[in-house]
């Protein structure tokens, strides 16, 4: 049973008128999907419906699945409100959207990002295989690799999300956007605290690569392709390998506008 929060609860309603707007398109694939509507009682409920379908496997069936994950939202309310805020911050940021309904059932970086928070759930029970079945099943199915230990907040935006790696020990806090390719690893064999903490707004460009216990600060933007091996004050744009400091975004809050242009320094 899930325990909507206000934001899961508007996007439940959201995402049900929606579904009436397909219903009679003739599109044999939207109907098939869009069933799911008919016997889900809300988003957590429909996320591990929609998960299992694509996570399943000759190891562990779809029912088996469903119901793992099923208990994963449902002991832990506010995975659901995070994944209705991440819902909600790809709406606002991704022109190609067009709703809440396309992400949900069609974009790989949301569905990666709920696995990822299900597995979390159960690495923090102890019951450490489970979340690296399900890591393992979403680097498989999405190629998505987001370690169950990690740390992610709500409000986040994977942008087409092929080659993401986010490691055990990294942080990511609420209102991130990340595009394809992004590493947050590690810089050796080392223990311990050893990966990326990233503040609130940041926005990772596509192919960036930050590594090591290193702080990017709140509002930063890493530019496409960059190499980051040491810590990024709050509002400044980093480029390059080795990243520098470029000059600052040209929003304060360059995750959300999702605009990769530079003011340079001293320009």
């Keep these: 049973m899930d325990h909507p929060s206000s934001s899961a609860s508007v996007v439940w309603q959201s995402l049900r008128s929606e579904s009436r707007y397909f219903v009679g398109k003739g599109d044999p694939v939207a109907a098939a999907l869009l069933r799911l509507f008919e016997v889900s009682s809300g988003l957590g409920d429909m996320l591990s419906r929609l998960l299992a379908y694509q996570l399943a496997s000759p190891f562990i069936d779809y029912d088996s699945l469903r119901r793992l994950l099923a208990e994963a939202f449902d002991g832990e309310p506010s995975a659901i409100d995070q994944a209705a805020r991440d819902l909600l911050a790809v709406r606002a940021r991704d022109p190609a959207a067009e709703g809440l309904l396309r992400p949900l059932l069609f974009f790989k970086g949301v569905q990666a990002i709920q696995t990822y ?6 690495w923090h029970r102890g019951q450490r295989d489970t979340a690296l079945y399900l890591q393992n ?4 199915v999405f190629g998505v690799d987001i370690h169950p230990a990690a740390q992610l907040g709500a409000g986040l935006m994977m942008d087409h999300a092929t080659g993401v790696v986010i490691g055990e020990t990294a942080v990511v806090e609420d209102d991130v956007s990340i595009l394809h390719g ?16 990233v503040r ?3 926005m990772l460009g596509a192919g960036a690569k930050v590594l090591g216990n290193i702080e990017i600060g709140q ?14 004050p709050p509002h400044v744009t980093v480029a390059g390998v080795p990243a520098q400091i470029v000059g600052r975004p040209r929003s304060e ?3 959300k506008a999702m605009d990769q242009m530079v003011d340079v320094a001293g320009g």
């Design 253 to 255: 809050d360059p995750a």
């Design 200 to 202: 609130r707004g940041v």
């Design 137 to 140: 099943r979403s680097s498989v």
């Design 182 to 197: 992004v590493t947050l690893g590690g810089t050796g064999h080392e223990h311990g605290d050893r990966h990326p903490k």
């Design 117 to 122: 928070r299900a597995a979390h759930v159960y």
């Design 219 to 232: 509002g930063a933007c890493i530019a496409a392709g960059s190499v980051v091996l040491k810590a990024v």
